[in-house]
């Protein structure tokens, strides 16, 4: 991407490297002096020595891939990671029906909708430990129009369907390597 997570690791003293196949992004990371390499996300952690790094991160990454790939990348993420280091997945959230029937697929690129659940499994059962899935809601606005008040005829049925659009347009797997 456009590096804002390598800028913010750098303001805090953290040393980060991104890896991004769009060289329209990785010119713009360069020019603003981050560490960034042209290599496809899994072929860079297989790159890397085992338990060798402290974090793995991945935003908007995950919901381009075959599922097979998605495997591979968590399990390269296990592999790389040193005990007790961190994985975060980052990817569109489906449970906002907005998001899994339209807005995902505004990306051409985009392979299929991940649910929730549904990876945070994935990443337990490859090994990773206190698994947790975090909705992603702040400053980012839905455009869902607010529940209707009590007092309107119709505002249960009403705000059962206009709960669902009020949920994160984006969530994130979170997870520790044993």
Do not use: K
Request: aromatic share 6%.
């Amino acid at each position: 991407g456009r590096g804002e997570w390598l800028e913010l690791l750098r303001e805090h003293g953290l040393v980060g490297r991104g890896i991004d196949l769009n060289t329209v992004f990785l010119e713009y990371c360069r020019q603003q002096g981050l560490d960034v390499d042209e290599v496809d996300a899994i072929e860079g952690l297989r790159g890397m020595a085992d338990a060798s790094v402290g974090a793995v991160t991945s935003m908007h990454l995950v919901e381009h891939l075959p599922f097979e790939q998605v495997v591979a990348l968590i399990d390269e993420a296990l592999r790389t990671l040193r005990p007790d280091g961190v994985l975060v997945l980052e990817t569109p959230n489906p449970e906002n029906p907005a998001v899994g029937s339209y807005l995902f697929y505004m990306d051409p690129t985009h392979r299929n909708p991940l649910p929730p659940e549904m990876l945070r499994w994935l990443v337990e059962a490859r090994g990773f430990v206190d698994v947790r899935v975090e909705r992603l809601t702040l400053a980012r606005e839905t455009g869902a129009p607010a529940p209707l008040g009590d007092d309107i005829p119709g505002a249960t049925t009403m705000n059962r369907l206009i709960t669902p659009l009020h949920a994160a347009l984006d969530y994130a797997v979170i997870a520790r390597r044993p």
